[in-house]
């Protein structure tokens, strides 16, 4: 049960819903099954279709030599122990151990010093769908806690001035939100306390989004690197009055933790529900007949709806097996709507219409097939989002004392003078991290007893 035992409810929908095969004989690498990988590919065309407005898509190699990796030194701390090293050729060890990606920053940056001349060249836009590499050492999770993230959308960009790095940052939360508002995911976004930036940056901005166990997951991050990566690996250009200038910068991404929070969010006890404009299939036709004399009218009738919705991603499921056990089949893949065709619906002209979300059933005539389908799909992301909009809203709590927060469910909301000192105290009092700041409201610091309008967001994140 997805309220009660979130993590199996979890891990057994991966499997059950042809997600994630979780077989592979590497600890953290899983393999995508082909229903999961079409998942995959839409919801990442939704991404894409956003960053190729102002974006240009590249790739650069996995491989990053250690001399690269190794010169942010703020950068390096904060990833080195997670690196995994090529140290071999054939039989011949490598003159430079060679790194797997943890991320791209030292892949691109020594080329972005190539490519980058003049203020003409700026601002640069790339993004690129890799994979990255990372040797976890805690509790390793399908699509959440990786040692290969197979699905990272990482954008890089570089810009004249700190100023223009910094409404960059402001676009790419927009990006994000057009982005999650289509999958129909709840999100905070907040900028991290300067502790748990990301390594190297000016500051991090981060969105989570509230999981049914009551833990957060990071679904996203943005960050301004300012001239700190530049300096390192020399970007810069020649301003109008023939000057070399460093380039600002800012680097964001997207894992496929977005998947792990579409299934996480919105799906159910029977299964996956997901939004139409990313399920692999929208409408799944089951023809239901007892006897063979009906099955050829039926199954004519299947194919002409098939035609009717072929802007549609529709299948007819003409498995040699009972109608219950089709639907108990797409209900767990999340398909947005079931058109039932039986002998009655074929006499009256009309389909029987379910939708997943609601599960209701009504018979549809099907002359009006066309118009209620779409509606339906229509009204069934608005519905998801709202259902999961209200969760994470009924599980904000406003709390006093950090203690409050031990061993409860939820994001919380307490008031903090915003010190290190006493941001890490609360973390420890309460057990939870500490993911931004929010709305600010007159209040005392629990720790220090400081007066502040300063309020700090706790969650235990994954
Ligand atoms: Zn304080």
């Known amino acids: 049960m997805k309220k009660t035992n979130f993590s199996n409810w979890f891990n057994d929908l991966l499997v059950d819903a042809q997600i994630m095969d979780v077989r592979y004989p590497i600890k953290g690498l899983y393999v995508w099954f082909p229903f999961g990988f079409k998942l995959r590919k839409l919801t990442y065309d939704v991404l894409r279709s956003l960053l190729d407005r102002d974006h240009e898509e590249a790739y650069f190699p996995l491989l990053i030599p250690e001399n690269e990796l190794l010169k942010e030194s703020e950068h390096i701390k904060g990833f080195e122990e997670e690196v995994f090293w090529v140290t071999r050729g ?52 399908p699509l959440i806690r990786l040692r290969e993230i197979t699905s990272f959308a990482e954008a890089h960009t570089a810009h004249t001035s700190w100023e223009d790095a910094e409404l960059q940052t402001a676009a790419a939360v927009e990006l994000y939100k057009e982005f999650y508002d289509r999958l129909g995911i709840p999100y905070i976004v907040s900028r991290r306390p300067t502790w748990d930036k990301f390594p190297g940056a000016d500051y991090t901005l981060a969105f989570d989004t509230l ?95 098939q035609q009717e919705l072929s802007h549609y991603r529709v299948v007819i499921d003409t ?93 919380f909301r307490i008031s903090w003078c915003g010190s290190e000192s006493c941001g890490r105290k ?28 300063i309020r700090a967001l706790l969650a235990r994140p994954y």
């Open 90 to 141: 054939g039989f011949g060890e490598l003159d430079i151990p060679l790194a797997l990606r943890p991320t791209s920053e030292a892949a691109i940056y020594p080329i972005f010093s190539i490519w980058i001349r003049s203020h003409a060249d700026l601002p640069l836009k790339i993004y690129q769908l890799v994979n990255a590499f990372r040797y976890e050492t805690k509790h390793t999770r």
């Open 319 to 411: 498995d040699d097996i009972r109608p219950g056990a089709k639907f108990y089949k797409w209900e767990k893949q999340g398909v947005p709507i079931r058109l039932e065709i039986g002998p009655r619906d074929l006499s009256s002209g009309s389909v029987t219409l379910v939708r997943r979300d609601t599960r209701e059933k009504e018979s549809v005539k099907r002359t009006e097939m066309q118009g209620r389908l779409a509606q339906a799909m229509s009204n069934m992301l608005e519905n998801i989002a709202e259902r999961a909009r209200a969760f994470q809203v009924s599980h904000m709590v406003d709390i006093e004392m950090p203690e409050q927060a031990k061993g409860k469910k939820g994001i």
């Open 211 to 305: 999981m049914p166990d009551g833990k957060s997951l990071q679904i996203g991050t943005i960050h301004h690197l300012g001239t700190n990566f530049a300096k390192t690996f020399d970007v810069t250009y020649e301003d109008r009055d023939g000057n070399q200038q460093f380039v600002n910068q800012t680097c964001y991404g997207i894992s496929e933790r977005c998947i792990a929070a579409v299934i996480s969010v919105h799906g159910d006890d029977k299964g996956l529900i997901l939004p139409p404009e990313i399920s692999p299939v929208q409408v799944a036709i089951v023809p239901i007949y007892s006897k063979q004399a009906d099955s050829e009218a039926i199954l004519k009738a299947c194919s002409e709806i």
């Open 426 to 453: 609360i973390q420890e009092l309460s057990d939870a991290d500490v993911l931004g700041e929010t709305d600010p409201i007159e209040g005392r610091c629990p720790v220090c007893s400081a007066p502040t309008t």
